[in-house]
């Protein structure tokens, strides 16, 4: 059974320090030994969570001797910014007909009752 690509980087995604790692990654290939500098874990500790961002298909991860490189994987980062802009667009055009929605409703009450749009709002007066 394939595993949902989507699902395996949301919960990668999930994590803080497997946040600030893609970070780290965005300005270019690193080490294990240069991505675990800031963390305050052991190399197996970063490792795992590079597994984790591995098997998501965040990054990639090479050999060259003892050298491992890990990179960023664009085309997986890009399913996942497609998929929460398709949701962007929904909320977004879903906010703007509320609005429109919104605006009608106000325009049929003014209409209705002149008074409302310019009336003060009930509070206590002076004398």
């Avoid at 991505?35 to 795992?48: D, E």
């Amino acid at each position: 059974m394939p595993a949902d690509t989507l699902s395996l980087a949301f919960s990668a995604l999930a994590d803080p320090t497997r946040r600030a790692i893609l970070k780290r990654l965005s300005h270019g290939e690193r080490s294990v030994n240069e991505l675990a500098g800031p963390f305050r874990m052991s190399l197996p500790g970063i490792s795992k969570h590079l597994k984790v961002l591995e098997k998501a298909g965040l990054i990639s991860r090479s050999r060259d001797a003892q050298f491992r490189p890990c990179r960023l994987n664009p085309a997986a980062m890009k399913n996942v910014a497609d998929w929460v802009e398709f949701y962007r667009q929904f909320w977004e055009q879903s906010f703007d007909r509320l609005d429109v929605y919104l605006k009608q409703v106000q325009a049929e009450a003014s209409k209705s009752d002149p008074k409302q749009s310019k009336e003060k709002p009930h509070g206590r007066r002076k004398k």
